[in-house]
C-alpha cells in the first residue's frame, strides 16, 4: 500500500514537471521574439561600440601612466624629508614623541654634539660629526627603554639622523 501511494505521489511529481516543461516551451517561443527585436536594436546603434573601446585606451593609458607618478613622489618624498629635517643646534630639541613616532635632524657643521632627552635627562648621547666619516645619506637610531641606541655614533657632515619611539612613554631629542 505505502508503494502504491508513493508510486503515485511520484507519476503526480513526474506529470507536473513535465507539465512546467511544456510552459516553459512556450514561454521560450514568445521570449525569443522580443529578444531578436532588441539585437537589431543594438546592431543599430553602433556608436556604443567605440565608446566601450575609448574606455579600455584609456584605461591602459591610465594605468601605463600611474608607475610614472609613483615614482617621481617617491624621489620628491626622500628629497623634500631631509630638506625638511631641521638642522640640529644648541637649545633645538623635537616635539615629545609617542611610540612609533620619529623624528629626524640633519648634521651639517663638523663637531660634537651632545644629545639627550627633556623629559628623561639621564638618556644621554653624543654624534660626532668630521670630515672622511663614512659618508651615508641618513642614519636610523632606536630610543628604547629609556636609552638612545647609540652611546655615540660618527657621521660625516650632511647626514640626516632619524630617530624612532620604541617605548610606551613620550621621549624627545634635544641638543645642549
Not at 141 to 164: K, L, M, N, R, S
Amino acid at each position: 500500500m505505502i508503494n502504491k501511494k508513493f508510486t503515485l505521489l511520484l507519476a503526480a511529481g513526474m506529470l507536473s514537471l513535465a507539465a512546467c516543461g511544456q510552459d516553459d516551451a512556450a514561454n521560450e517561443e514568445e521570449t525569443q521574439a522580443p529578444v531578436q527585436e532588441e539585437s537589431t536594436d543594438t546592431e543599430e546603434m553602433p556608436e556604443e561600440e567605440p565608446m566601450e573601446d575609448m574606455e579600455e585606451e584609456t584605461e591602459e593609458n591610465s594605468t601605463e601612466e600611474e608607475p610614472a607618478e609613483e615614482e617621481e613622489p617617491a624621489e620628491e618624498a626622500e628629497s623634500s624629508e631631509q630638506a625638511s629635517a631641521p638642522e640640529a643646534m644648541s637649545g633645538e630639541a623635537s616635539n615629545l614623541l609617542s611610540n612609533g613616532e620619529m623624528t629626524s635632524f640633519v648634521f651639517n657643521e663638523a663637531g660634537e654634539y651632545a644629545v639627550y632627552c627633556e623629559p628623561h635627562p639621564v638618556m644621554q648621547m653624543t654624534v660626532i660629526v668630521e670630515e672622511g666619516a663614512e659618508a651615508m645619506d641618513k642614519v636610523s637610531v632606536d630610543i628604547a627603554d629609556y636609552e638612545f641606541g647609540e652611546a655615540t655614533i660618527t657621521v660625516a657632515p650632511g647626514t640626516t639622523i632619524e630617530w624612532t619611539n620604541q617605548d610606551q612613554v613620550q621621549h624627545n631629542v634635544a641638543f645642549e
